[in-house]
C-alpha cells in the first residue's frame, strides 16, 4: 500500500485540504468582524438615507454630504490607525 503513488497522492491530497480548512479557520473571527460590519452598513444606510430624503422634500443632496463626512471619518480613523500600528511596532523593534 504504501509503494502505490496513488497512496501519496491521496495523502497529498487531505493534507491540502486540512491546512486549507485551518486557514480558513483561523481567520472565521476577521471574516465574521468584517461581514458584520457590511451587513449592519447595508441594513442601516439606505433607512438613513430615506429619513434625510423624506425631510427635504426628496431632495438627496444632504444624503450625499453626509456619505462623503462618514467616507471622510473612516478614511481618517483608517490613516490613524495604520500610524500608530506603525509607531507601536517601530517602538517595539526599538526597544529590543
Do not use: C
Request: no cysteine; net charge positive; proline share 2%.
Amino acid at each position: 500500500m504504501l509503494a502505490t503513488p496513488a497512496f501519496y497522492l491521496l495523502i497529498l491530497m487531505f493534507a491540502m485540504g486540512v491546512f486549507s480548512g485551518l486557514m480558513i479557520a483561523s481567520n472565521a473571527s476577521l471574516i465574521g468582524q468584517s461581514m458584520f460590519g457590511f451587513s449592519s452598513a447595508a441594513f442601516v444606510a439606505p433607512k438613513v438615507t430615506a429619513s434625510l430624503a423624506a425631510a427635504n422634500n426628496g431632495d438627496f443632496t444632504k444624503a450625499f454630504y453626509v456619505a462623503i463626512a462618514v467616507v471622510l471619518l473612516g478614511l481618517g480613523l483608517s490613516l490613524v490607525y495604520a500610524l500608530r500600528k506603525s509607531a507601536t511596532k517601530l517602538a517595539t523593534e526599538t526597544v529590543r
